[in-house]
C-alpha cells in the first residue's frame, strides 16, 4: 500500500513537472487517499498485535 501511495507521488511530481495539472492533481489526490488507508491500517495492526500481548515493534 505504501508503495503504491510512492508511485503515485512520484507520478503526480512528474506530471506536474511536465505541465499536465489535470492529471498530476489526481494522481496527488490518490496517492493521499492510499497513504492515509496505509496510516489506518498501520494503527489497526499496532491495536490489534497490543490487545493479543505481542510485540508492536
Known amino acids: 500500500m505504501l508503495g503504491w ?6 507520478l503526480a511530481l512528474i506530471a506536474g ?6 492529471l498530476a492533481g489526481a494522481a496527488a489526490v490518490i496517492a493521499k ?3 492515509l488507508i496505509f496510516l489506518a491500517l498501520l494503527v ?6 497490543a490487545f ?6
Open 52 to 57: 493479543r500481548g505481542d510485540s508492536v515493534v
Open 44 to 49: 489497526v495492526s499496532f491495536v490489534i498485535r
Open 33 to 35: 487517499v492510499l497513504f
Open 17 to 22: 513537472y511536465f505541465g499536465f495539472v489535470g
Open 5 to 10: 501511495a510512492i508511485l503515485f507521488a512520484i
